[in-house]
C-alpha cells in the first residue's frame, strides 16, 4: 500500500526525466539564447527586466529568467526535469482529484509528451522558447492548482505563479477568460464572489493592462515590422484579425501541422459512438476526412483553400488582401470550428462539463489570436499555439473523464444484473 503512493510521483519524474533527455538534443541549437547571454554581462536580474519593458517587452520576470538561464544550461535543465513533474502533479490535481480516475493519471503525462514535443519549443532556441512558452503554462497551472483549493496559504503561494504566467501576453488573456468564466460560474452556483477567483481575475487584468501599456511594444513593433512584415503598420485592424483568423486555421486543418487536433478528433468520435450520438459522429468523421484527405494530398473541401493560399503567395503587391477570395476560407473555417464547438458540447453528459470545454477552446483560440496584432504572424512559428494545444489537452483529458465514466456506469450495469440473476 505504500509503495503504490510512490508510483505516481515517480512514473511523474520518469516522463519528465524523458522529456528534459529529448530536450537537452536542441540546447545547443542556434537561438536567442546566445544573444541573452551577451546581454547577463551589462544588467543584473531585475535591472534587465525594467531594461526591456522599457525598450521591448512586457515579459518583465521572463525576460530576466531567460537571460539568467541562457547563462546556466545545467540549472535549466534541472528546472525542466522538475517544474514539468510538477506541472503532471497540479494538473491531474485540477482535473482528476477523484480516486477513480487514478488510471487516468497515467494518461495526462503521456498527451503531454506527445502533445509538446522538445522539438516544439526550438523555434527561437530551446531555452528562449521553453521560458517564454513552457515555464509560463506551468506557471499557470500551479497557480490554477493552487487557487482551487481555497486556503489561505494556498491562495499566497499561487500569487507569483500567477503573476509570472501573466507576464506573457498570450496566457494573461488565456487567465483572464479562463477565471472570469470561473468567477461567474461560482457566483451563479453558491451566490457568493468566490475571492480566489476574483484575486485571480485582477491579476490577469492587470497583465492586460501591462501589456496594453508597456513603453517598449511601441519600439518593439517597429522594428519587428520592418524585419518581418514591412507595411504591417498600415493594415487595418479588421483586416489583421482576418488574417490572424485564416492563419490560424490554416495550420489547424489545412496543413494539419498540429497532430493533436487528430487525436481530438478521432476522440471527439470515439465518444459519440459509444454514447451513440450517431449524428455528431457522422459531422465529425466529416470533419477529419476533409482533414486527412487534404493532408495526403486529395481533393477535398480545404483544396480550394490551399488555391487561394497559393495565389495570395503568388502576389507580389504588398499587404494583398482581397476579402472576396478569401471569403470561401473564411465561411469553411468558420463551419468547421462551429461544428467542433456544437459537437463538444452535445457529447458531454452535463451541460456545464460541455461549457467548460467550449470556454476552454475558446480561451486557447483566442490566446492564438493574439498573434494577429504583431508583426511576426507568419514568422513566430508553432511556439504561439502553446495557449491552443494546452486547451486542446485539457479537453483531450475531459474526453477520456467521459469514457471512463460510460465504463464505469457499464461495469455498475454488468454487476446490477449478475447480483439480480444471483437472487
Known amino acids: 500500500m505504500k509503495m503504490k503512493k510512490f508510483i505516481l510521483p515517480l512514473y511523474y519524474a520518469f516522463i519528465s526525466f524523458l522529456f528534459t533527455l529529448e530536450s537537452i538534443i536542441y540546447i545547443n541549437d542556434a537561438g536567442d539564447q546566445t544573444s541573452f547571454a551577451h546581454m547577463a554581462q551589462k544588467y543584473g536580474f531585475f535591472e534587465f527586466a525594467i531594461y526591456r519593458y522599457k525598450t521591448w517587452s512586457s515579459r518583465l520576470l521572463i525576460e530576466s529568467v531567460t537571460m539568467f538561464m541562457s547563462n546556466h544550461y545545467l540549472l535549466f535543465d534541472v528546472t525542466v526535469l522538475i517544474s514539468v513533474a510538477i506541472f503532471f502533479y497540479c494538473f491531474n490535481g485540477i482535473f482528476l482529484r477523484e480516486e477513480k480516475y487514478r488510471k487516468l493519471q497515467f494518461v495526462s503525462p503521456v498527451i503531454f509528451l506527445l502533445s509538446f514535443p522538445s522539438l516544439f519549443f526550438t523555434s527561437a532556441g530551446l531555452i528562449a522558447t521553453v521560458t517564454n512558452y513552457l515555464f509560463p503554462m506551468i506557471s499557470f497551472v500551479i497557480a490554477w492548482y493552487c487557487i482551487i483549493h481555497e486556503k489561505h496559504w494556498y491562495t499566497i503561494l499561487s500569487l507569483p505563479f500567477?503573476?509570472?504566467a501573466c507576464m506573457q501576453e498570450q496566457f494573461t488573456?488565456?487567465?483572464?477568460?479562463?477565471?472570469?468564466?470561473?468567477?461567474?460560474?461560482?457566483?451563479?452556483?453558491?451566490?457568493?464572489?468566490?475571492?480566489?477567483y476574483f484575486i485571480a481575475t485582477c491579476v490577469s487584468l492587470l497583465g492586460l493592462v501591462s501589456g496594453l501599456l508597456c513603453p517598449g511594444s511601441a519600439n518593439r513593433l517597429t522594428t519587428e515590422t520592418k524585419i518581418w512584415y514591412p507595411g504591417f503598420e498600415t493594415i487595418s485592424f479588421p483586416v489583421k484579425i482576418i488574417k490572424g483568423y485564416l492563419e490560424t486555421n490554416r495550420v489547424l486543418f489545412?496543413?494539419?501541422?498540429?497532430?493533436?487536433?487528430?487525436?481530438?478528433?478521432?476522440?471527439?468520435?470515439?465518444?459519440?459512438?459509444?454514447?451513440?450520438?450517431?449524428?455528431?459522429?457522422?459531422?465529425?468523421?466529416?470533419?477529419?476526412y476533409t482533414v486527412i484527405t487534404q493532408r495526403l494530398g486529395m481533393n477535398s473541401l480545404l483544396t480550394a483553400v490551399?488555391?487561394?493560399?497559393?495565389?495570395?503567395?503568388?502576389?507580389?503587391?504588398?499587404?494583398?488582401?482581397?476579402?472576396?477570395?478569401?471569403?470561401?476560407?473564411?465561411?469553411?473555417?468558420?463551419?468547421?470550428?462551429?461544428?467542433?464547438?456544437?459537437v463538444v458540447f452535445m457529447i458531454f453528459k452535463e451541460w456545464k462539463g460541455g461549457l467548460t470545454a467550449l470556454v476552454v477552446l475558446a480561451a486557447g483560440y483566442a490566446s492564438r489570436m493574439t498573434v494577429s496584432l504583431s508583426p511576426t504572424i507568419y514568422a513566430s512559428g508553432l511556439r504561439t499555439y502553446t495557449p491552443l494545444i494546452f486547451s486542446f489537452v485539457i479537453v483531450i483529458l475531459l474526453?477520456?473523464?467521459?469514457?471512463?465514466?460510460?465504463?464505469?456506469?457499464k461495469d455498475l450495469d454488468s454487476d446490477n444484473i449478475k447480483n439480480s440473476m444471483s437472487i
Open 173 to 196: 488573456v488565456y487567465a483572464f477568460i479562463l477565471f472570469v468564466f470561473a468567477l461567474i460560474s461560482s457566483y451563479l452556483e453558491c451566490k457568493r464572489i468566490n475571492k480566489n
Open 162 to 164: 500567477l503573476v509570472f
Open 399 to 409: 474526453l477520456s473523464k467521459e469514457i471512463s465514466g460510460i465504463v464505469i456506469e
Open 254 to 288: 489545412v496543413t494539419s501541422e498540429l497532430n493533436i487536433v487528430y487525436l481530438l478528433l478521432v476522440l471527439i468520435i470515439v465518444v459519440s459512438i459509444m454514447k451513440k450520438q450517431y449524428f455528431a459522429t457522422f459531422v465529425s468523421g466529416t470533419v477529419i
Open 306 to 342: 490551399q488555391r487561394t493560399i497559393d495565389n495570395q503567395n503568388k502576389s507580389e503587391i504588398p499587404n494583398y488582401f482581397s476579402l472576396k477570395e478569401n471569403l470561401y476560407p473564411i465561411v469553411l473555417y468558420t463551419l468547421i470550428l462551429c461544428i467542433v464547438a456544437v
